[in-house]
Structure formats: structure tokens, C-alpha cells
């Protein structure tokens, strides 16, 4: 059995790094011979074979926490103060004071060991601290599985070039998070597969108990400082949950041949994350072609599609979340345009659905929510046919 107190975290939202917590230090002299062992285990179960070894160093600390902050500044589509005033003005997140310091800080605080797509390369932290009071198998049991989810990116990597793909999916953050969930699905279902592999009488029940453990349980809710908002909090979960259900239905669909078909056409929305493939493609072309110039006096900040997902985490802020999902259920597209003027920022969101009725259902939440939780400016919310459309600090929202 797994240590309860086990940790590890993510990049923010799609950021390019995959941070684990190593729960073992001091092994450094030994790291090129572990990783070469861990490897073969990874290979064995996924079926797919390195190109070449995967390089390891050591890195110091402040290093650590420089290239995480240059990782998660690249990730973002505008400026960090521009895109949290955007995320503030939609309603995912309070206004909170030095956002990127306290995200930054918390992510650091927990980075022992690291794969970084840009140099290829696996890093240990040095002098991160392990759990204190584990040696032995446990000790063993625990690096193992630490090192095989990271070594699967690593084997990701080698194949969808992870650093491309992220500044590809810059102003699609919902593509963006559902190939994290195919990543992190995927990494966390070969980790528990290596570890159960050398377990006399595991089989698949094992698989679906450990799994939950070394997902939902590997990030603690307790630890996460109460000024890093939930937006952010949620966005770590979810990949690990249900990223690992969808990779493992996959599996089960077709076995690992289904993944390197995913690999090939990885899923386009959290919608597809959440409620399985196939599933119909996103709509397109949802904004005007010259929304730059829709809110004149008004600078356009960055566009973006947030997804299903988001729906549902803006609707559970203020509502139940089995109401929630329900509204934001049959989400067939959306595109978003964020401007800015003297500090504020303004937005027009086309969100498309499946019928009429799913629009309804949606704009009706939404109104409820926001009188539950009002935003900071005055926002008109309109229905068309299945479509609903939103605006904020416009003068007037265009004709579609």
C-alpha cells in the first residue's frame, strides 16, 4: 500500500512541464542506472520502446522555481496581470494580489524532481525534501512510481514534442487541457501498472483501487494554501481523475493500440474528456473575423475557447454542482475575445450548443449564478437558437 501522504502537482493549465514529487533523495549517483531499470518497466507495459536514454541532472532549487515561472509565463496568452484581470472579469477567480508569486510559490513549494520537454531532459531537485521515515521497499515502491509517470512523458515526448503542441494550443485552452488529460491519464494508468506489475495476484480490481489513490489522493486538498484560488486547485484534479477514466476506457476499448490512435487525433475538448468519444468536433468560427475592431476605444487582449469544463466551474461557483453539469451539458463550441481599456478588461463570448433547449437551460443557470454571484461589470446575456452570446464593457454586442 501506498503512503497517504504522497504528492505531486502539475504545470499550470498546459505550461509544458510535468512536475512530480520524488519521494526519495540522495540518489543521484545512482539515477542514470534507476531510470534505465524504471524505463525498461515502462516499456514493458506500454508496449513502445525510448529512442534513446533519457538524460538526468541535478538542479538547484532557485533554478527550479526560475524555470517554472518562465514555463508558466510562456503558457499564458497575454500578460499575467492582463489574464488574471480577464479571469476576475469573467468570474473564475477573486481579485487576488500577486497571483503569479503565490501560484508560482505553491507549485515550487511541492517540485522535487521534473521532466522538461524543451531540454528532454528528467531533473531532481537538490536538497527538495522526501518523506522522512521511508526506506527500504517502501522507499523503493514509491521512486518507482514517481519515476515511471515521468518517464512516460518522456516516452510521450519523444513522439507529440510536448513543448510544440502547448504553444499550438496557446489560444485553445480547452484542446489544451484535454491533451493534458490524455497525458496525465496515460502517464498515471503506466505508472500503476508498473507498480503492479511485480505484485503477486494484482489484477484489474487492484488497478481501479490503487488508481484513485495515486490520482485523486496524489494532490491534497488540505495542503493547498487558501489564497491559490479553486480555479486553479481544479484544473490540477481533474487530468489526474478523469484523464486516467478516459485513457483506461480506451485501454479496455482497444488496449494500448487505442492510446497510439489518441497520440495520432488526441481529444479536442474537456467535453470529450468528459463524457468519453467519440464526439463531435467543436464548432468553429464562432467570432466575426474582425472582432479586433468590435469595441472601439477597447484593446483586444487575446481570443480563447474555455470549454465545457469552464461552463460548469463558473455555474458551480454559485450553484449545485449536479445543476451545474446539467446546464453546461450539450456545450458544442465557444469562442471568447477579451479587451482592455484603462485597467479594466471586457469580453464578448459565443458559446454554440447542441438544440435550443441546452442554450435555455444554460442562459437560465447563468443568470441565476450571476444573481447569486454578481460580476464586477454589467454583462448582457442574449439567446439566439442554440447559441448564447455574452458581453461585457461593449457598447453593443455585434449581430451574428
Known sequence: MLPSRMRGKRGFFAAGIAFSALLCAGLTDLLPERIAEVSRSVEEVRGRKFTRPVPASEIDAPEARRVLRGKVLESLPAPADEYFRTLSSLGLVDETPRLLDR?????ASQVIAFYDPQPRRFFIVKGADGLAGEEGEVAALSEGLIFSHELTHALQDESLRLDDRVKQL?????RGFALQCLLEGEATLVMVRVALKDIPGADARAEEELGPLLSAGALERANVPKDVPEYFVDQLFFPYVEGTAFVRAA???GGWA???????????SSAEILHGAPYPSPAQGLLPGNVATLSPGQRLLYTDTLGEWTLRFLLQRSLPEEEAAKAAAGWRGDRIAFFTAGGAAGYLWRIRFDEAASASRFESALKKARAKRPVAAIETIVRKGGDVVIGSGLSRLPEF
Do not use: C, Q
Not at 501560484?103 to 507549485?107: A, E, I, P, R, S
Not at 496557446?170 to 480547452?174: A, H, V
Not at 487505442?258 to 479536442?268: F, Y
Open 170 to 174: 496557446k489560444d485553445d485552452s480547452d
Open 251 to 253: 485501454v479496455k476499448r
Open 258 to 268: 487505442e492510446v497510439d490512435r489518441l497520440w495520432k487525433s488526441p481529444p479536442e
Open 103 to 107: 501560484l508560482v510559490d505553491f507549485y
